[in-house]
Antibody, heavy 125, light 110 residues
Framework: EVQLVESGGGLAQPGGSLRLSCAAS????????LHWVRHTAGKGLEWVSS???????YYEDSVKGRFTISRENAENSLYLQMNSLRVGDTAVYYC???????????????????WGRGTLVTVSA | QSALTQPASVSGSPGQSITISCPGI?????????ISWYQQHPGKAPKLLIF???KRPSGVSYRFSGSKSGNTASLTISGLQAEDEADYYC??????????FGTGTKVTVL
């Protein structure tokens, strides 16, 4: 089955750390760009970070320097290391599949076609 | 990159059509025809409805359609049904492998 399954959410104190994981199955994980998107009650959906097949990484401004995205293709896994957590980081975090470069080096698509169910991160004292 | 400002809420009666706007700026919505729309029911993961501004993935109802004019993208839901009650988000590619979502619109079926 083609799916993404997040884990690792929980309660953290302000200034604390958490590491989220996303296990992929049913598709060729290594070729795809993977993303983290979060949902808060106040702001709705917010793109957080992405990692390409060449391990190039990108971040939303508010998490730069605090969050680190990584992937382990041998384990079909995506990660998000979150340090210096803030109350405003409280959200449901989703991993999502983006596009890929095909054999002719054309990019397949610029949207998120597969989502996990999400994992809740709560930052509170 | 600031979020794209969508109307907070839109409502309609069953069978009616409603349109949700997603005004962007020249460097996101205006530069790229890479707008996607997502439907999210409470407690559920987002679902892709529209990509590249107006294309529907397999399995998405024809009642959902997308368009773009200048810097503004729009999602129209025709023949509104009770099951369409949900939050809807636009999303634009913003360059340099980054994306920006809209602020979200709550659709209420009266």
């Amino acid at each position: 089955e083609v799916q993404l399954v997040e884990s690792g959410g929980g309660l953290a104190q302000p200034g604390g750390s958490l590491r989220l994981s996303c296990a992929a199955s049913g598709f060729t994980f290594s070729i795809y760009d993977l993303h983290w998107v979060r949902h808060t009650a106040g702001k709705g959906l917010e793109w957080v970070s992405s990692i390409g097949s060449a391990d190039d990484t990108y971040y939303e401004d508010s998490v730069k320097g605090r969050f680190t995205i990584s992937r382990e293709n041998a384990e079909n896994s995506l990660y998000l290391q979150m340090n210096s957590l803030r109350v405003g980081d409280t959200a449901v975090y989703y991993c999502a599949r983006g596009g890929y470069f095909d054999g002719s080096n054309s990019y397949s698509h610029w949207y998120f076609d597969l989502w996990g169910r999400g994992t809740l991160v709560t930052v509170s004292a | 990159q600031s979020a794209l400002t969508q109307p907070a809420s839109v409502s309609g009666s069953p069978g009616q059509s409603i349109t949700i706007s997603c005004p962007g700026i020249s460097s996101d919505v205006g530069s790229y025809n890479l707008i996607s729309w997502y439907q999210q029911h409470p407690g559920k993961a987002p679902k892709l409805l529209i990509f590249e501004g107006s294309k529907r993935p397999s399995g998405v109802s024809y009642r959902f359609s997308g368009s773009k004019s200048g810097n503004t993208a729009s999602l129209t839901i025709s023949g509104l049904q009770a099951e369409d009650e949900a939050d809807y988000y636009c999303c634009s590619y913003a360059g340099s492998s980054t994306y920006v979502f809209g602020t979200g619109t709550k659709v209420t079926v009266l």
